[in-house]
């Protein structure tokens, strides 16, 4: 890590992961709609409020509180024929989908999970509004099982749940959330590991091995947003603080990096609250105070507009706070940015403000001392924060920093954070409780019969390590190439191409080497379907066209989504032309530079090589060219000493 000194055993890293991934179905797991995403205008909207109930358990969810107090409504775009009555709530589930559940069942059988005789229907409360019906339906499918890292570690596979995937989230404001269905109902698995993931190696190790694992069954969805991957980071002393949303592999490290500084650095702050002795009572007798009258003539444009529009300024003491919230937590993060995040996400008013950062905003050193005397805070030892809005929202505000504040003593609060692409990470919500499962009374049992046991049982894939091992046997793939083939989300392909009897290496080469470097050329090669990719090693195979042609051809294909190999070559021109042919153009370009080939001799090969390949690059082998022009060159030159 960046932090040279402290090692990740040092800090008692540990780390789990939770993957979703959708998997392959013709149906939706609790109806007959068809699985995909929909790009057209909806046919009709149907509107939803929000609004907390005792679950059965008896208890309010804090995250549902949360999300009530944002005081939204729901918005859900529906399709006439491409939706039913189950996505909207209207009607109860229809019998689990048999494909899907084989799926589960072969994916818990792979990770050698304990599958239960009774599958149990059960409803996890969903309270973003993203599941029209407040609960997503899930069904515990294996538990207990293990996954053999490549360092030969057992990492502990706790759970796999078979599972309806929520709607999509079209856009969201301060007024309402928009969703859409199609996605909704979508077979999904969620796999949960044990936090036992000590390095961002062996989170990326993990996270590969799964990945591959699914992609061998067949029977998972690829590309983009087909897969999404959560991790919680803890370390000694710290809390379990969920990641969502880590995209991309290369994510891990600065993740994890980032989440061990963020979490020393809260440990330490809270040490230092504490040495100055700062309690929660201190914190929490605290009384918000109206300051707008500082800010009567203030240049801070923001405040002006605020105050104008009848909002007011609200100010906290922070009793013991001084130079703790301008503390930075990660470069270009200061801690005041946890606290104004939390507010930001949970009341909606944008930002706070604090005395370690003014003057600044146009507010000034004079405004600063005001807001010191307005709270009776000592500027040597406490911090004020303020607020700007709507009355109401200013003190919801400021009971979040408050909340914030109390939670600064303990060190790490448990919450859920977003991923963000620099390897930041941005406060998403409070950590939920475990309250949030029960049983879905419109269900009944599903009986797991051996006759899917048996199924499950035969379409079992074999482990890509194993494949690994073969392809360096076998196939005679440098380890590197194997293990790059075996974890690509192409593996699957690179199987059935060299069943074509294609060369291995070759396929390899083009799966792994030439993608990336057109990917980084910034072509869209992810967008191109496996089918098109079958077809072209087919036609290669058939001698239509020569391997040099595959770059312009997957280049093409991946900026032409709805045009076929056969659209490529005809729009290239690159189908392979005869050796007659060949020998035709040789022919005509030697009797076109005679005099060269009299001055030269056999050295005239390498300027006619060029004109030669100008002509037929990509139609055919450049070997083949080499060898016929060599041989053209010999006959003519034969034929000119005879004359
Ligand atoms: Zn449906």
């Given at each position: 890590m960046?932090?040279s000194?402290?090692s990740y055993?040092d800090v008692?890293l540990?780390?789990?992961?939770?993957?979703?991934?959708?998997l392959k179905s013709?149906?939706?797991?609790?109806?007959?709609?068809k699985?995909?995403?929909?790009?057209?205008?909806?046919?009709?909207?149907?509107?939803?409020?929000?609004?907390?109930?005792l679950?059965?358990t008896?208890?309010?969810d804090?995250?549902?509180l949360k999300?009530?107090?944002k005081?939204r409504?729901?918005v859900?775009?529906?399709?006439k024929d491409?939706?039913?009555l189950?996505?909207i709530?209207?009607?109860?589930?229809h019998e689990?989908?048999?494909?899907?559940l084989?799926t589960?069942?072969?994916i818990a059988?792979?990770f050698?999970m304990k599958?239960?005789?009774?599958l149990?229907?059960?409803r996890?409360?969903?309270?973003?509004?993203?599941?029209?019906?407040?609960?997503?339906r899930?069904?515990l499918?294996?538990?207990e099982g293990?996954?053999?890292?490549s360092?030969?570690?057992k990492?502990g596979?706790?759970?796999?749940?078979l599972?309806?995937?929520?709607?999509?989230k079209?856009?969201?404001d301060?007024?309402k959330?928009?969703f859409?269905?199609?996605?909704?109902g979508?077979p999904l698995i969620?796999?949960?590991?044990?936090?036992?993931?000590?390095s961002p190696?062996?989170?990326l190790?993990a996270a590969?091995?799964?990945?591959s694992l699914?992609?061998a069954?067949?029977?998972?969805?690829?590309?983009?947003?087909?897969?999404r991957q959560?991790i919680?980071?803890s370390?000694s002393?710290?809390?379990?603080v969920?990641?969502k949303?880590?995209?991309?592999?290369?994510w891990?490290?600065?993740?994890?990096?980032?989440?061990?500084?963020r979490?020393?650095?809260?440990?330490?702050?809270?040490?230092?609250?504490?040495?100055r002795?700062?309690?929660?009572?201190?914190?929490r007798?605290?009384?918000?105070?109206?300051v707008?009258?500082?800010?009567?003539?203030?240049k801070?444009?923001?405040?002006k507009?605020a105050?104008k529009?009848g909002g007011?300024?609200?100010?906290?003491?922070?009793?013991?706070f001084?130079?703790?919230?301008?503390?930075?937590?990660?470069p270009?993060?200061?801690?005041?940015?946890e606290?104004?995040?939390?507010?930001?996400?949970i009341v909606?008013?944008?930002?706070?403000?604090?005395?370690?950062e003014l003057?600044?905003?146009?507010?000034?050193?004079?405004?600063?001392?005001?807001?010191f005397e307005?709270?009776n805070s000592?500027p040597?030892?406490?911090?004020v924060v303020?607020?700007?809005?709507?009355k109401d929202?200013a003190?919801a505000a400021l009971?979040?920093v408050?909340?914030?504040a109390?939670?600064?003593?303990r060190?790490?609060?448990?919450?859920t954070r977003?991923?963000?692409?620099d390897g930041t990470?941005?406060?998403?919500?409070?950590?939920?409780t475990a309250?949030r499962?029960?049983?879905d009374?419109?269900?009944?049992?599903i009986?797991?019969?051996?006759?899917i046991?048996?199924?499950?049982e035969r379409?079992?894939p074999e482990?890509?390590w194993v494949?690994?091992?073969k392809?360096?046997?076998?196939?005679?793939?440098?380890?590197?190439?194997?293990?790059r083939?075996?974890?690509?989300?192409r593996?699957e392909?690179f199987e059935?191409i060299?069943?074509?009897?294609?060369?291995p290496k070759?396929?390899?080469?083009?799966?792994i080497?030439?993608?990336t470097?057109l990917r980084?050329?910034?072509?869209p090669?992810?967008?191109i379907s496996?089918?098109?990719?079958?077809?072209l090693?087919?036609?290669?195979?058939?001698?239509?066209?020569?391997?040099?042609a595959?770059?312009?051809?997957?280049?093409?294909?991946s900026?032409?989504?709805?045009?076929?190999?056969g659209d490529a070559?005809?729009?290239?021109?690159?189908?392979?032309?005869?050796?007659?042919e060949l020998?035709?153009?040789?022919?005509?370009?030697?009797?076109?530079?005679?005099?060269?080939?009299?001055?030269?001799?056999?050295?005239a090969?390498?300027?006619?090589?060029?004109d030669v390949?100008?002509v037929v690059?990509?139609k055919?082998?450049g070997?083949?060219?080499?060898q016929t022009?060599?041989r053209?060159?010999?006959?003519?030159l034969a034929q000119?000493?005879?004359?």
């Open positions: 960046a932090n000194t402290v055993s008692g540990r780390v789990g992961l939770e993957i979703h991934q959708q013709r149906r939706k797991l609790f109806c007959y709609c699985p995909e995403l929909i790009k057209e205008e909806p046919d009709f909207t149907v509107i939803r409020y929000m609004r907390p109930t679950g059965e008896g208890e309010i804090p995250t549902m999300e009530f107090k005081g409504y729901v859900y775009q529906v399709y491409k939706n039913c189950y996505e709530d209207e009607i109860p589930p689990v989908d048999r494909e899907s084989v589960s069942i072969m059988k792979l050698k599958i239960p005789d009774i149990v229907v059960s996890k409360q969903y309270l973003d509004g993203s599941v029209p019906s407040g609960f997503q899930t069904i499918v294996g538990l293990y996954l053999e890292l360092n030969g570690k990492l596979i706790t759970h796999i749940c599972e309806e995937d929520a709607a999509r079209i856009s969201e301060a007024e959330i928009v859409r269905v199609d996605r909704l979508i969620e796999i949960g590991t044990k936090p036992d993931l000590n190696d062996e989170v190790d590969l091995r799964i990945g699914l992609r069954t067949r029977r998972v969805l690829r590309g983009l947003g087909t897969i959560d919680n980071v370390i002393g710290g809390a379990r969920e990641i949303g880590v995209q991309r592999p290369e891990f490290k600065p993740l994890i990096d980032n989440e061990i500084k979490q020393l650095k809260l440990i330490e702050l809270s040490k230092v609250l504490k040495d002795g700062v309690t929660d009572e201190i914190i007798e605290q009384e918000p105070v109206d707008s009258d500082v800010f009567t003539d203030t801070a444009k923001f405040i507009k105050l529009k007011i300024v609200l100010a906290l003491r922070l009793p013991g001084s130079n703790v919230l301008g503390e930075e937590i990660l270009g993060r200061r801690f005041g940015k606290f104004a995040e939390r507010v930001s996400v909606g008013l944008a930002g706070i403000i604090h005395t370690d003057p600044a905003y146009g507010i000034s050193d004079k405004e600063k001392q005001k807001l307005k709270t000592d040597e030892k406490d911090a303020i607020v700007v809005g709507p929202k003190y009971d979040e408050k909340e914030r109390i939670l600064a003593l060190g790490v609060p448990p919450e977003k991923a963000n692409p990470t941005s406060f998403e919500r409070p950590i939920g309250a499962l029960y049983p009374t419109d269900s009944s049992h009986r797991i019969t051996a006759d046991l048996e199924e499950a379409k079992l482990y890509p494949r690994e091992e392809y360096i046997k076998e196939l005679r793939l440098p380890p590197e190439i194997a293990m083939i075996v974890m690509s989300e593996s392909l059935d060299i069943k074509l009897g294609v060369n070759l396929v390899a080469t083009v799966l080497d030439l993608m470097s980084r050329e910034g072509y090669i992810d967008d496996d089918e098109k990719i079958y077809d090693f087919k036609i290669f195979k058939q001698g239509k066209i020569s391997k040099e595959f770059p312009d051809i997957i280049a093409f294909l900026k032409n989504s709805d045009k076929t190999v070559l005809r729009s290239l021109k690159v189908e392979t032309i005869s050796l007659n020998e035709k153009i040789i022919d005509q370009i030697i009797e076109r530079n005679l005099h060269l080939l009299k001055e030269r001799g056999e050295r090969f390498k300027p006619l090589m060029g390949m100008r690059r990509g055919v082998d070997k083949i060219v080499s022009l060599q053209k060159i010999a006959e003519k000119i000493g005879k004359e």
